[in-house]
């Protein structure tokens, strides 16, 4: 199946310090999402963002689908963004699930 | 509207017994997906039904594990005679159609202990 690499695989930041997580992917796909699984272990949907850029308040994500890879942007981090990032992806040919990336544990200290 | 409901939200089972987890999915959503996650590691496909029809079960462990989603009720994934190594969170997700993934929504995931 498809690899889906994330890095750092750990980061620790400072509060109001910002970003970048990257995602890369072996093979084409038709869908890429981030997700937040916060310390209770929920996972929260953060972007639906196959390719271009979208931004929801401090966060942003740019995908660049020619060259298999994803960013994540956290600007101003905040203790509640501490947790772990998952990068999932969907190739793009008879795809019925989703393959999910190791993550990027954040831990944001005050 | 409720969200994706799975439960029980923590199970613990000494080894051998049997382990049967939940998931209603949301309204208007007649396909599921669960996954597993071991422990510091990222979410792996298990399998992806519709109602009463397995579609993919390509994730699933060969022996032991079992899933349904019958035509009414909630899909459950059934672990018979469960092992040390079966610990982990298993999460439930649903869609309305398959591929649809900007509509896939997560449960809150059911964790199991094996002791």
């Known amino acids: 199946g498809i690899q889906v690499e994330q890095s750092p695989p750990d980061l620790i930041l400072q509060e109001g310090a910002n970003s970048t997580l990257r995602c890369n992917f072996s093979?084409?796909?038709?869908?890429l999402q981030w997700f937040h699984q916060n310390p209770w272990g929920q996972l929260i949907n953060l972007f639906y963002?196959?390719?271009g850029t979208k931004q929801n308040g401090r966060l942003s994500a740019t995908t660049v689908a020619t060259e298999r890879y994803s960013l994540l942007y956290i600007s101003s981090s905040q203790t509640t963004d501490s947790g772990v990032y998952f990068c999932?992806?969907?190739?793009?040919?008879?795809?019925?699930?989703?393959?999910f990336g190791t993550g990027t544990r954040l831990t944001v200290i005050p | 509207n409720a969200g994706v409901m799975q439960n029980p939200r923590h199970l613990v089972r000494r080894r051998g017994q049997e382990a049967r987890l939940r998931c209603s999915p949301m309204?208007?959503?007649?396909?599921v997906y669960w996954y597993r996650q071991l422990p510091e590691e990222g979410l792996k496909f298990m399998v992806y039904?519709?109602?009463?029809?397995?579609?993919?079960e390509s994730g699933m462990p060969k022996e032991r594990f079992s899933a349904e989603f019958p035509k009414e009720g909630p899909s459950i994934l059934r672990i018979q005679q469960v092992v040390r190594g079966d610990s982990a969170a298993y999460f439930c997700a649903s869609s309305p159609d398959r591929g649809l993934w900007n509509t896939i929504y997560f449960g809150e995931g059911s964790w199991l202990t094996v002791v």
């Open positions: 093979d084409s796909v038709n869908n």
């Open positions: 309204k208007g959503h007649s396909h």
């Open positions: 999932a992806v969907a190739p793009q040919t008879g795809a019925n699930n989703l393959f």
């Open positions: 963002i196959p390719s």
């Open positions: 039904l519709q109602k009463e029809n397995i579609i993919d």
